[in-house]
């Protein structure tokens, strides 16, 4: 369990090291409240999915488990974007074709393959809850981080997503004005890139320490 | 049993069970859409109502204004190839005012969409951006939650300014440009000057004609999410 949290939240992330699902990911990270919500639909969508799919790996002939995914995985979806359509509306309208865009969101597929066919349904569960933990949280980091240099807010926007007498916005850095490339499309890419160099710096540096401490253990590579 | 037969037996019991997943799946989005739909139509009528509002406020009027509309068509003044959609406030069965939904055609990237309210005297009582896709930071400007200069327009007519000073500052008249941008608020200026000329020109019809072809809202809206 440990090892599934693990995985989904840090070693095999599957917005920095899998890099899967870039599309929304670049695309709707413009500030945290689009990102929880977009990392939230997904979240939901890869869980249940991940379940169902576990559910029924028995049953279901290897030949045909593509299309089985892709109908469970369409059908999940398709339920969501009408949920928020009814009660997250105005999020829907902020967020529009991304969530349904979040069929093509490989990090979805892939889990249904590469470990929920495989496993018992509470674990599929588990990893599926991680794994959009996981994304749902580079989402917010790289929201909140070109909403802050782009807008100096934070949060803004949270109406959508807990009603309307919610404001949460903070703003730390007042007067309009800010570092508009942080919201372009390339902000998105830089951003992603420094969070993935980030990330990686932070692995060697632990690698390295506990290289130095137990010299004989050779770190072993997860397979991706 | 032959091969053959198993090979087709076995294909046959793929395809059951590949349909009883398109069933199941069926079965669950049209019980989940059977559940909301009521509540999005609902939503997307007080979306609408809301930004309608904005630009005739709602104290003004008492008819339903989503209900009473008339389709025109003018590429010239309107800016579009489409027809576009009048909304008409009344109160007590006299007219009060129009909500135009003209396009300025020439944005710095593509057409701009616009809600532009005019009351019976030809008065503007508010413009409002619809959609666009104007560079943000310099030509988002035109929107209300980045700048207040579209309540610029609020109490204009085409006898205040002028013809001629309805244009931005740059090329002569009223209306401030933005810094690094001149080309969005001279389209957003123009537009709405159009629209102007556009009610001028038909304000009979316009404030009081039959309603032509009452538009099935919902789908309204949901034509122009696909456009979006």
Known sequence: MREIALQGLWKNNPGLVQLLGLCPLLAVTTSVVNGLGLGLATLFVLAASNLTVSLIRNLVRKEIRIPVFVLIIASLVTVVELTMKAWFHDLYRVLGIFIPLIVTNCVIIGRAEAFASRNRPAAALFDGVMMGLGFTLVLIVLGGTRELLGQGTLLSGAHMLFGPNVDLTIDLLPGDGGFLLALLPPGAFFGLGLLVALKNTIDRRMEARSVAATPMVLPVEQPG | ?228
């Not at chain 2, 989503?66 to 309107?78: G, K, S």
């Not at chain 2, 007590?92 to 710095?108: C, H, K, R, S």
């Open chain 2, 1 to 228: 049993m032959a091969p053959s037969d198993r090979f087709s037996r076995s294909m046959a019991m793929a395809a059951a069970l590949l349909a009883g997943f398109a069933v199941v799946g069926t079965a669950l989005v049209a019980l989940t859409q059977d559940a909301t739909h009521q509540r999005i139509a609902d939503n997307e009528l007080a979306y609408l109502l809301r930004t309608l509002n904005e630009v005739v406020p709602a104290s003004t009027y008492d008819n339903s204004m989503f209900a009473d509309t008339i389709e025109v068509f003018d590429p010239d003044l309107l800016g579009t190839e489409e027809p576009v959609t009048v909304y008409r406030a009344t109160r007590e069965g006299q007219p009060v005012a129009v909500i135009l939904t003209p396009v300025a055609p020439v944005g710095y990237s593509g057409p701009i969409r616009l809600l532009v309210g005019v009351d019976a005297n030809g008065v503007v009582t508010g413009v409002r951006t619809v959609d666009h896709r104007e560079t943000p930071g310099l030509g988002d400007a035109i929107e209300l939650k980045r700048s207040d200069w579209i309540l610029g327009f609020d109490g204009r007519s085409l006898s205040n300014p002028t013809l001629e000073a309805w244009a931005v500052r740059r090329d002569g008249g009223e209306f401030d440009q933005f810094t690094g941008a001149t080309v969005t608020p001279r389209a957003v200026v123009k537009a709405v000057r159009d629209a102007l000329l556009y009610f001028e020109e038909h304000r009979e019809r316009l404030l009081s004609g039959d309603p032509g072809q009452s538009l099935d809202v919902t789908s309204d809206i949901a034509a122009e999410q696909d456009q979006g």
